[in-house]
Every structure is written in structure tokens, then in C-alpha cells.
């Protein structure tokens, strides 16, 4: 059974960087060909794709959001870490680490989520 576990502080103030680690248990990041993903879901909101880590250790990202975004891994320690710069009250909320095996590009169909952590970002 693989399990997931977001961690991170739970405040950001207003152009900081937020930055979230992912832990996994039960599988290896490193597992052909599997994509780690970050999710987002704002309040009021649909969820939003932020990007990926691959088993290969490639990144993709959202379009709309690449420009902020940085996902990398630790594979020593079965972890992978986004962090999202210069963010605003905008990037308030729940973020969330899942997997899928839906391939580089095209909808992905997770079959594992954490269960997400809320980060406010506020002065």
C-alpha cells in the first residue's frame, strides 16, 4: 500500500516562497513509470494540476504556473519537494502529493493522494 504525506509550514506570508515536501511510503519515486504530482484546490475551487516529478526524475509543469514553479525529489529519502515562489493570497490552499501512472502528457488518473495540507498565504 503506498502512502503519501504532505508537510510543510501551514503560512507563507505575500512574496515569500512556499515550499512543501511529500513523503512516500510503500513504493519507490524512483518506480518506472510512475508521475508524482502536486495539486492544488483554493477555496471555493476546482483542482488544479501544478506539475510533476517522473520516476526518470523529469519535471513538468502547468503553463499557467511554471514560471513559480520548482518540484525536485530526494530519492535517499523517497521525497519529493515543490516550491512555489513570489506567492500571493492567490496560492491560498489545500495542496496535495498524488500518483499516477497516466504517462508524460494528457490527463492523469491518480490512484494514490495524500491527504492534503492547507497553507494560507497572509501577512
Known amino acids: 500500500q503506498v502512502q503519501l504525506q504532505e508537510s510543510g509550514p501551514g503560512l507563507v506570508k505575500p512574496s515569500q516562497t512556499l515550499s512543501l515536501t511529500c513523503t512516500v511510503s510503500?513504493?519507490?519515486?524512483?518506480?518506472?513509470?510512475?508521475?508524482w504530482s502536486w495539486i492544488r484546490q483554493p477555496p471555493g475551487k476546482g483542482l488544479e494540476w501544478i506539475g510533476y516529478?517522473?520516476?526518470?526524475?523529469?519535471?513538468y509543469y502547468s503553463p499557467s504556473l511554471k514560471s513559480r514553479t520548482s518540484i525536485s525529489r530526494d530519492t535517499s529519502k523517497n521525497q519529493f519537494t515543490l516550491q512555489l515562489s513570489s506567492v500571493t493570497p492567490e496560492d491560498t490552499a489545500v495542496y496535495y502529493c498524488?500518483?499516477?501512472?497516466?504517462?508524460?502528457?494528457?490527463?492523469?488518473?491518480?490512484?494514490?493522494w495524500g491527504q492534503g495540507t492547507q497553507v494560507t498565504v497572509s501577512s
Open positions: 498524488a500518483r499516477d501512472a497516466s504517462g508524460p502528457l494528457g490527463e492523469r488518473e491518480y490512484d494514490y
Open positions: 516529478i517522473a520516476y526518470s526524475g523529469n519535471t
Open positions: 510503500g513504493g519507490s519515486i524512483t518506480t518506472n513509470y510512475y508521475y
